[in-house]
């Protein structure tokens, strides 16, 4: 059967710098943007209601105060993990229209709260032009989470936002694939350091959207499932200007939705976010128009009659990752002729509108990996040029104390999905009846001095 669509508006825009002193940023505006384009009929999706957020208001905030906003975004999260899980719970595939980055907090407590719930891990795929890397390790201070939601999801940070309900990390660094950052991102070294699978976009596009969605599978092989980020500032600005951060060297449309369709066309997908659409920079919709033509493409899979409801994979371990030939690939070349290459057109990197960064990055200084950083991990990174794509994948290396994750001892209806670990994969969350993935909120605890933030 086909699985059934869920949107949910997550119009947050508490991880964004304002543009100006006296504005605020338009991201909020993105959901109700894309919705006049009909996403919801075309998609036939449910519509499953929004997430207010806070107010914002940046009030007396200075550089050394923490992340902007850390306990109203602390409060969001917990409540869009709370929505994203009782939607799953239905058996559905929820698509988050955010809103900023700082969404990715909310999608991935619920992704761990689902991983302990079965016994296993959840992965994810992270499709953004920009790392959103920077943390108090690599940067003088920090400042907007939308710049820093991928240090925080990864447990790297001030434990109010990167250690909710005494979760940390919500996902591995081995469990994590960045997809569509610019060949010299200032945190590229950091990531692989780290361990953090990348693959830039001349390596992405040298390979083909549809073989990068399919060799982002391989990467998540021993991953119960994995969830999708996706922020559009991954495209070009010569063909998506309307973000808070254009950034020139990104992909087009076309790939996009081939990128997409691969990585949704498995029931081990278990969700997708969008993220950074600024309707302030398209006044005639025409960006908005494009954004919903790709997803609802990018999505046919999801709703395809042959589509299968989301399953977790067992976590036994898997032989080693392997490129090339695979159902992902074979999906998005029905859906777009070949490997799409022949639609998305090359890019010449036009510079687009200028823009204030509005994830705080133009006030920091260039960090990235120190100078003594040991010489195998610089020349195993260095710069990406277009004529000589590399794809730099980072041996997997085992967690330390703090990135440990191991599964709470599950009980009742969660023992129940974990015996069945060593066999088939499990049915779809549904199954298991509502409730499976909330958790009560932990007691109050007062929260740690905002100035005293926690190493990577």
Same mark, same amino acid.
């Given at each position: 059967?086909?699985?059934?669509?869920?949107?949910?508006?997550?119009?947050?825009?508490?991880?964004?710098?304002?543009?100006?002193?006296?504005?605020?940023?338009?991201?909020?505006?993105?959901?109700?943007?894309?919705?006049?384009?009909?996403?919801?009929?075309?998609?036939?999706?449910?519509?499953?209601?929004? *997430?207010?957020?806070?107010?914002?208001?940046?009030?007396?905030?200075?550089?050394?105060?923490?992340?902007? &906003?850390?306990?109203?975004?602390?409060?969001?999260?917990?409540?869009?993990?709370? $929505?994203?899980?009782?939607?799953?719970?239905?058996?559905?595939?929820?698509? *988050?229209?955010?809103?900023?980055?700082?969404?990715?907090?909310?999608?991935?407590?619920?992704?761990?709260?689902?991983?302990?719930?079965?016994?296993?891990?959840?992965?994810? !795929?992270?499709?953004?032009?920009?790392?959103?890397?920077? &943390?108090?390790?690599?940067?003088?201070?920090?400042?907007?989470?939308?710049?820093?939601?991928?240090?925080? !999801?990864?447990? $790297?940070?001030?434990?109010?936002?990167?250690?909710?309900?005494?979760?940390?990390?919500?996902?591995?660094?081995?469990?994590? !694939?960045?997809?569509?950052?610019?060949?010299?991102?200032?945190?590229?070294?950091?990531?692989?350091?780290?361990?953090?699978?990348?693959?830039?976009?001349?390596?992405?596009?040298?390979?083909?959207?549809?073989?990068?969605?399919?060799?982002?599978?391989?990467?998540?092989?021993?991953?119960?499932?994995?969830? *999708? &980020?996706?922020?559009?500032?991954?495209?070009?600005?010569?063909?998506? %200007?309307?973000?808070?951060?254009?950034?020139?060297?990104?992909?087009?449309?076309?790939?996009?939705?081939?990128?997409?369709?691969?990585?949704?066309?498995?029931? &081990?997908?278990?969700?997708?976010?969008?993220?950074?659409?600024?309707?302030?920079?398209?006044?005639?919709?025409?960006?908005?128009?494009?954004?919903?033509?790709?997803?609802?493409?990018?999505?046919?899979?999801?709703?395809?009659?042959?589509?299968?409801?989301? #399953?977790?994979?067992?976590?036994?371990?898997?032989?080693?990752? #392997?490129?090339?030939?695979?159902?992902?690939?074979?999906?998005?070349? $029905?859906?777009?002729?070949?490997?799409?290459?022949?639609?998305?057109?090359?890019?010449?990197?036009?510079?687009?509108?200028?823009?204030?960064?509005?994830?705080?990055?133009?006030?920091?200084?260039?960090?990235?990996?120190?100078?003594?950083?040991?010489?195998?991990?610089? =020349? =195993?990174?260095?710069?990406?040029?277009?004529?000589?794509?590399?794809?730099?994948?980072?041996?997997?290396?085992?967690?330390?104390?703090?990135?440990?994750?191991?599964?709470?001892?599950?009980?009742?209806?969660?023992?129940?999905?974990?015996?069945? *670990?060593? $066999?088939?994969?499990?049915?779809?969350?549904?199954?298991?009846?509502?409730?499976?993935?909330?958790?009560?909120?932990? %007691?109050?605890?007062?929260?740690?001095?905002?100035?005293?933030?926690?190493?990577?």
């Amino acid at each position: 059967m086909m699985r059934r669509i869920a949107v949910l508006d997550a119009p947050t825009n508490l991880g964004l710098r304002p543009p100006t002193s006296t504005s605020v940023p338009g991201c909020a505006k993105a959901p109700g943007a894309l919705r006049d384009h009909d996403l919801l009929a075309r998609l036939r999706a449910r519509d499953a209601g929004c *997430v207010t957020p806070p107010r914002y208001d940046p009030g007396d905030w200075r550089p050394g105060d923490g992340v902007c &906003h850390a306990r109203e975004i602390a409060d969001y999260s917990l409540a869009l993990a709370e $929505r994203i899980g009782s939607i799953i719970d239905r058996g559905e595939f929820p698509v *988050v229209l955010g809103g900023d980055c700082s969404v990715l907090l909310g999608s991935a407590l619920a992704m761990h709260r689902l991983g302990e719930a079965v016994g296993g891990r959840i992965g994810l !795929v992270f499709v953004d032009g920009h790392s959103d890397f920077r &943390h108090p390790g690599n940067a003088s201070y920090v400042g907007a989470a939308a710049g820093e939601d991928l240090a925080l !999801v990864t447990g $790297r940070g001030q434990a109010d936002l990167a250690a909710l309900e005494g979760r940390r990390p919500y996902f591995r660094d081995i469990d994590v !694939v960045v997809l569509g950052i610019r060949a010299q991102d200032e945190y590229r070294l950091d990531l692989q350091a780290a361990g953090i699978t990348t693959r830039p976009v001349p390596a992405l596009r040298a390979e083909g959207a549809a073989r990068t969605a399919q060799w982002a599978h391989e990467q998540l092989a021993d991953c119960a499932g994995y969830w *999708v &980020h996706i922020d559009v500032d991954v495209l070009d600005p010569a063909v998506m %200007p309307a973000v808070d951060a254009p950034d020139p060297g990104g992909i087009a449309f076309a790939e996009l939705e081939i990128l997409l369709a691969g990585l949704v066309d498995t029931p &081990h997908c278990l969700g997708v976010e969008l993220t950074v659409f600024d309707p302030d920079y398209d006044p005639d919709g025409s960006y908005a128009a494009e954004i919903v033509n790709t997803v609802v493409a990018g999505l046919a899979p999801v709703t395809a009659p042959e589509a299968v409801p989301p #399953r977790l994979l067992s976590p036994r371990p898997t032989p080693s990752p #392997r490129r090339g030939n695979g159902r992902g690939a074979t999906a998005a070349e $029905r859906l777009a002729g070949r490997d799409g290459l022949d639609r998305a057109a090359r890019l010449d990197g036009r510079d687009g509108p200028d823009r204030v960064d509005e994830r705080g990055g133009d006030d920091l200084p260039e960090s990235g990996v120190s100078d003594d950083q040991p010489a195998g991990v610089r =020349s =195993s990174v260095g710069a990406v040029a277009d004529d000589e794509v590399t794809d730099a994948v980072a041996p997997a290396a085992e967690p330390n104390g703090a990135g440990e994750w191991p599964p709470a001892e599950p009980t009742g209806l969660a023992a129940q999905i974990a015996a069945t *670990v060593d $066999r088939e994969p499990v049915g779809p969350p549904a199954s298991a009846g509502p409730g499976l993935l909330r958790r009560p909120a932990p %007691p109050a605890e007062t929260p740690p001095d905002r100035h005293e933030a926690d190493s990577a």
